[in-house]
């Protein structure tokens, strides 16, 4: 049965954006999307970010998992809020559905296995970073794509910093790939195969939502 077939059979249409996530991830292992989110949408949760960073609801971040957080300035300075699905507001409504959709699309045409899902709002003021790391635990593997969606009003000059930074295989090599943080944008990723930063933000504050998709 093709797989055309298979997403009628489904109750599934063909996605191009989603088609073009999955050509990326297997050609190169990540995909940059631009207007994930229509800017409409990411006021919307840029709002509701700044409202909950405004009530103070917002952490420092801390290395390792819950049962071994630590919390080192030198390696990370960005701020967070776990998002509970269960208290969302709307506009996290709108986020969680389209990430479905993306889940939906990708564990129907691709066996992806991913079961689980956990994401973050991130603020990263002036001065802050991220050093190079891989999304795994050493106790924990079930992270299977990393997620960054940005949610900055306009659009980022690249003099702001704070870009993300991959390292991809080149030959016998790397080379690095510099991603800004542009409003509307997702970035999405193979969470254990690729090492990635956050460059200083050297002006200005960098707001997004991260997170993972996992299987079980």
Not at 106 to 131: D, Q, S
């Amino acid at each position: 049965m093709t797989p055309d077939l298979l997403l009628e059979q489904d109750g599934l249409r063909e996605e191009p954006l989603f088609e073009k996530i999955i050509e990326d991830l297997s050609v190169q292992r990540y995909s940059i999307v631009e207007a994930f989110f229509n800017p409409d949408e990411v006021a919307l949760l840029r709002s509701t970010l700044l409202a909950r960073y405004e009530e103070d609801q917002f952490r420092k971040s801390a290395i390792g998992d819950h049962f071994n957080e630590q919390i080192r300035s030198a390696v990370r300075g960005d701020f967070i809020h776990w998002i509970q699905e269960r208290e969302t507001g709307p506009a996290e409504r709108v986020f969680f559905s389209r990430v479905q959709s993306l889940v939906t699309y990708l564990n129907r045409t691709c066996f992806l296995g991913i079961a689980e899902r956990e994401f973050h709002y991130a603020v990263y003021p002036k001065g802050t970073f991220y050093v190079r790391h891989l999304d795994m635990f050493r106790n924990d593997d079930r992270r299977k794509l990393s997620v960054v969606c940005y949610l900055n009003e306009d659009n980022w000059d690249p003099g702001n910093g704070g870009e993300l930074t991959l390292y991809l295989p080149d030959g016998d090599g790397e080379r690095a790939l510099d991603i800004y943080p542009f409003p509307g944008r997702m970035v999405i990723f193979e969470s254990q195969v690729l090492e990635h930063e956050v460059k200083p933000v050297k002006q200005g504050e960098r707001y997004s939502i991260t997170g993972w998709l996992k299987t079980r």
